[in-house]
């Protein structure tokens, strides 16, 4: 919550009447997250000042991740008793935005900009609700006036594309995307350069590589690109570059199924067996509740003539997913043997 994490004030307050075991006995299931432990001072002090704006400001900031329901009825009862707080209006657009109330949010984020008029990132919000609320001639023309200022021109774009998508326009979103981000470069929005590369990988154009390129390099840490640059080269029958975008997504994120699951396949397409069952094995001990895992790790285990092996797997492929037609036909078929 970028806008409101810079909002936080200390506040000082006691806990009084009612002990917490006691209130917690009479919550209602509805407001039990009023009741949290780290919740509980505030909603105790609310009990004795229901009218303190800041105390129900500060308890919607607690409330925002896990509730944001609950944390939306406080940011706005903060927002009725001091209506010229933006912080207030803000926080109540963006728990609006989550719980997917869009003309809410619409409404809150309009509050907010007029006790700040022309404030960028709130008027950016707005025109996010806006496209959530299908308003897409208004939220266009705000991200015009975004588009002037150097300082949010990519995020006007962004918003451009969005509209675009909603519109089914992918060629204007494709243009939309790449103007923010060309401009923006290494301070591009990381789901922003995946959505681009995404759409670039639909049409099959080359240009996806050097996308999801520029995004690994945003988030060193996900190994998303790099799944989807092996799935590029892989569609292209480039299966030496795939393998090798694999396995350096294996490098940023050891535990990430899909890539092993990728791998896996190609080298059984090969008929590389020890190859695809080594893959087929991370992937299974990666998500172990995963059917296909087992599914293909038996196939292997039949290729190499483990048919004990196989037919354990088969049937732990069918505990996870009850109906796995290739599964039960590869298993009765082994048992038969």
């Known amino acids: 919550m970028k806008y409101l994490g810079l909002l936080i004030i200390p506040i000082l307050f006691s806990c009084q009447s009612n002990s917490p075991g006691q209130q917690a006995a009479d919550k209602t299931d509805a407001d039990s997250a009023l009741y949290a432990p780290m919740v509980l001072p505030l909603t105790d002090s609310l009990s004795r000042f229901p009218n303190n704006a800041d105390l129900h400001f500060r308890r919607a900031l607690l409330l925002f991740n896990t509730d944001p329901a609950l944390a939306q009825k406080d940011f706005e009862k903060a927002a009725e008793l001091k209506p010229t707080v933006t912080d207030y209006w803000a926080g109540a657009g963006e728990a609006a935005l989550l719980v997917e109330n869009y003309p809410k949010a619409v409404a809150s984020f309009k509050k907010a900009l007029h006790t700040a008029p022309s404030y960028p990132y709130l008027e950016y919000r707005l025109a996010t609700a806006m496209i959530e609320n299908k308003q897409y001639k208004q939220a266009d023309s705000l991200a015009s006036v975004l588009a002037a200022s150097k300082d949010t021109h990519d995020k006007a774009f962004y918003l451009k594309a969005r509209i675009a998508e909603e519109r089914k326009d992918t060629a204007l979103a494709i243009k939309h995307l790449t103007t923010a981000i060309d401009a923006a470069g290494m301070q591009s ?20 590589i050097h996308y999801y390129e520029l995004a690994s390099r945003l988030d060193s840490t996900n190994a998303d690109a790099q799944y ?68 293909y790790r038996a196939r292997c285990h039949a290729k190499l003539g ?32």
Do not use: C
């Open 306 to 337: 483990r048919k004990l092996a196989a037919i354990d797997d088969y049937t732990k492929a069918l505990n996870f997913r009850k109906s796995y037609p290739e599964a039960k036909a590869a298993l009765d078929s082994l048992k038969n043997i």
């Open 189 to 208: 929005d990381y789901e922003a350069v995946m959505e681009l590369g995404d759409l670039l990988q639909d049409r099959h154009l080359p240009a996806a």
């Open 228 to 295: 989807s640059i092996g799935q590029y080269y892989e569609k292209d029958g480039k299966l030496t570059e795939a393998i090798a975008a694999y396995k350096k997504g294996i490098v940023t994120d050891p535990d990430d199924e899909d890539i092993y699951m990728a791998l896996g396949k190609i080298y059984y397409r090969q008929q590389q067996w020890p190859a695809a069952f080594n893959y087929f094995n991370m992937a299974a001990k990666s998500s172990p509740a995963d059917a296909e895992a087992y599914y």
